[in-house]
């Protein structure tokens, strides 16, 4: 099992990114699914989470600007940054809940994708 993000890039302050974080493997069933962030020097923080269900979670920083959604059946979650800040600047990781056998849960972690926001 394993997660791959991508999209992240270089952009303006006040731009847009999207990314995306697919989970591939054997996998059974996916509970949450999460965006982290880590700013250099700084501690790892939760940006986004949802549910299997539907249910988010925001951090108080990106609310309003940043939008999680996931695709179920392509085992994909998504995160759309828009107004983004130079404070946004960091390496984005995804991070699911992810069983690959019926009541074998684990906590997975994709590699990081690089979002830099220029003022």
């Known amino acids: 099992v394993q997660l791959q993000a991508y999209g992240g890039g270089l952009v303006q302050a006040g731009g847009s990114l999207r990314l995306s974080c697919a989970a591939s493997?054997?996998?059974?069933?996916?509970?949450?699914m999460r965006w982290y962030r880590q700013a250099p020097g700084k501690q790892r923080e939760l940006v986004a989470s949802?549910?299997?269900?539907?249910?988010?979670n925001y951090a108080d920083s990106v609310k309003g600007r940043f939008t999680i959604s996931r695709d179920n059946a392509k085992n994909t979650v998504y995160l759309q940054m828009n107004s983004l800040k130079p404070g946004d600047t960091a390496i984005y990781y995804c991070?699911?809940?992810?069983?690959?056998?019926?009541?074998?849960?684990?906590?997975?972690w994709g590699q990081g994708t690089q979002v830099t926001v220029s003022s």
């Open positions: 493997g054997s996998i059974s069933s996916i509970g949450f």
């Open positions: 949802m549910s299997s269900a539907g249910g988010t």
């Open positions: 991070n699911a809940d992810l069983s690959v056998a019926p009541d074998k849960w684990g906590y997975y």
